[in-house]
Structures are given as C-alpha cells and as structure tokens.
C-alpha cells in the first residue's frame, strides 16, 4: 500500500466522537519523580484521547510552568504540534525559552502532543514524522559504574563482558572521578599522571575483554580542563573508541574544536546543548564527530528531528542522550527511525536491575533484545504512563496528576 494510502485508510478507521478537526486540549496534568528530577505530563482533550510525554534533568521546581504553558494551550487542536511548539517557545523569549527549565518543560509537551495526534489518527509517530529509515534502533549499554564507587580495571572487565552477554554491542564507561586517590586539587580538573594511567587502564582492560568487534565509548561528564581532555582523547587512539564523550564542559564550543582536531578518537557532545539554534555553531565549526542531544530536554522529538537533519548537512551522526523512562526511549525511537543519519540510543543497565522502571509505564512486548529496541507501530509512541505505578515513586511536595 502506498504511504498517501495507508495514511488515508489510518485517518478513515481512527476512532473519533467526533471529526479530528474538532478535537481540543482541555488540561495538561503532570507527575514528577525521583525527587522532583524526571517529568510526566499528560494533555488531556474533549474527546477523551490524551498524550504522554517526559522531561528529565532540567526541570526541578517547574510545576507552575508545567501549568503555564498548558493554560496557553487551552481550546486549541493537538493536531499542530509544530505550530504549538512555535508559539509556546516564541511566547517565552523573555522567560527563558533558549534553554534549560523551560526548553525541558516545553520538551515534555510537545512530546505529548506528538503522542496525542498519532492516538487521534491512529498512526505511530515516526508516520507523523515522515516515515521510517528502520524497524529496529540500536542501543548501547550505559553500565551506569559511577567513579565514586571506585571502579578497577578488572571492574570495567566485568561490566564489559555482561553487556556482551546480555547481546548488546555497544558499552560505554564513565571516567570522571571526583575522589580518584590520585587526584591533586578537587576543584582543578587538571587530571594528574595517576588518573590519565587509571582512565586508560580501566578502557584498555574493556577492550582487551570484548575483543575488537565491539563498539565501547567513555563519558567524561564535561568534568575536565583542554589539556586533560586532548591528553585523555590522544592516549585512548589505540583502544579505538567508538567515541570520547564530553570531555569538556558544554559552553565552550571553540574548546570542543581544538580537541577534535586533534586527535583521531571521535569526539561526542550535545547532551547539554538545547534546540537545533545550539547546535548549529558546533557543526558549523567541526566542534563534534558524533551529536548526541537529550531528546527529553533539547526541545522535543520534532526539535529532535531538525538537529539530526541539520547535523545530516555535515555528515554528523546523530546518537541520542537518553536516561528517560520507556515512555522517552520509545519517543526517541520514533525520531531516530524518522533519520537517514541515526547511529546509536543510550540504553541504561538499571533498567534491568530497578523494578521501577517497568512498574511505572505500561508497553506490550520486551523493552529491549540483543541491543535493540523493536519501534512501535501502536498509535502514538506506543507506551503510556501508569500513574498507580508511578505514585509510589511521587516528589513529596508537588501535586501529582492534580
């Protein structure tokens, strides 16, 4: 069946009271978790369909943004999730509406709204998009083994080899290191010749495990100097990482250039950079080799699709921040089959180790197998929030779904 066909046949067998024209959003709820830093909203319309979106990270204490912006959308059709975007960034251009808070609350509703119109015409999102590249999205395993815990080679080895096990094949490790024994000044993250010897050990002794034919990456958390950064990019060459990730803090694009010329270990960054406007001067002056934007923060899954297509114009791969629930990953998804571009999604080991994280959405089938995430072909994203799940879970203090 053509893709005009199918849409007009969707369109046709789409349950409504009434035309899809006269559907309007009456109310826009939310739930925040984990002490108020991950976002669930909900926007409900006059037809009884809602949609389900997430933020993470930068939204503590914005409930009453959450609310203003749904107050903004009142009596208007879901079913221009562009248009809405538009109006509720360039109604916030003196409220902060360039990053941060406000970007990450938008995120969370257009979100929705992406969700709620493919529910109304009974498509999946990535349709809404343009249609898909891929059935399946790759992920990699973030073994969440924080540095604070003090990790040893023969850690990394370990953590290496149950990401293989458990089929995936891309792992990533965290370097950064507040209290490394080696460490000469908290407050200078000049690394010192001890620490560079422990970051290449700790990578060498998860390469040395999984063997060549496995992609494994470092995140540094943008905790480190110019120096440290071109020092620890150099000495990890012959490891062969897939990619160096945020060795420097966001703000500084110029940095993140000298590095990226310098060294022959692919460079990534972008979890902290927010719309496709912060992206442009990183690509422009070959700041990255891989992009990787938070696509519940940087402004939204049509945001999203814009900064992988415009990353597309230098020949950048688009590899998504990703430490949402099911209900993000599965949004994600969406944007990262809509993209001729996509390389690889976050994926965290905790989702296999912590109930919560299946107690507090509902989804039909296995989140992930072998290392990848089947994309949804239900309406919408496909997963929905469960809010008894989630109660126990609640931020004291903030009202919940009210």
Request: proline share 6%; with cysteine.
């Amino acid at each position: 069946m053509r893709p005009f066909a199918a849409f007009a046949q969707a369109v046709g067998n789409a349950p409504k009271s009434s035309m899809p024209s006269n559907l309007k959003i009456t109310e826009i709820k939310c739930g925040y978790i984990r002490g108020g830093s991950r976002l669930f909203v909900k926007v409900h319309t006059n037809q009884g369909i809602w949609g389900c979106g997430e933020a993470v990270d930068a939204v503590g204490g914005t409930y009453h943004l959450v609310k203003s912006l749904g107050r903004r959308l009142l009596g208007q059709s879901p079913l221009n999730p562009h248009r809405l975007f538009e109006d509720l960034r360039r109604s916030g251009v003196f409220g902060g509406a360039q990053a941060g808070m406000y970007v990450a609350v938008l995120t969370a509703v257009e979100t929705a709204l992406w969700d709620l119109a493919g529910k109304a015409l009974g498509l999946p999102v990535y349709q809404l998009l343009g249609g898909k590249f891929r059935d399946k999205i790759r992920v990699y395993m973030d073994t969440a083994l924080y540095q604070a815990r003090l990790p040893s080679p023969d850690t990394f080895t370990e953590s290496a080899l149950e990401a293989k096990k458990m089929g995936f094949t891309a792992v990533k490790f965290d370097l950064d290191q507040a209290n490394d024994p080696a460490r000469y000044d908290r407050y200078n993250w000049t690394a010192s010749p001890g620490e560079l010897q422990r970051m290449f050990d700790q990578m060498n002794a998860a390469r040395k495990a999984v063997g060549p034919n496995m992609d494994i990456c470092a995140d540094m958390h943008g905790r480190y100097d110019l120096p440290t950064a071109l020092a620890v990019a150099k000495s990890m060459e012959p490891i062969k990482l897939m990619w160096l990730e945020e060795p420097l803090p966001a703000e500084n694009i110029d940095a993140y250039r000298l590095i990226a010329q310098e060294t022959s270990t692919p460079i990534c960054a972008g979890e902290n950079i927010y719309l496709a406007h912060g992206f442009r001067k990183l690509l422009e002056i070959g700041g990255a080799d891989i992009i990787m934007p938070d696509l519940q923060k940087a402004g939204g899954l049509g945001e999203g699709q814009r900064i992988a297509n415009l990353a597309n114009l230098y020949y950048v791969p688009f590899a998504p921040h990703m430490v949402a629930s099911y209900l993000g990953a599965m949004a994600a998804c969406h944007v990262c089959a809509s993209v001729p571009n996509f390389m690889i999604l976050e994926w965290q080991i905790y989702y296999h180790k912590e109930a919560m994280w299946k107690e507090i959405v509902t989804f039909d089938g296995p989140m992930v197998e072998n290392g990848f995430i089947t994309l949804s072909e239900k309406p919408g994203i496909g997963v929905e929030i469960n809010e008894e799940g989630m109660r126990k879970y609640a931020a004291e203090g903030i009202p919940f779904f009210a």
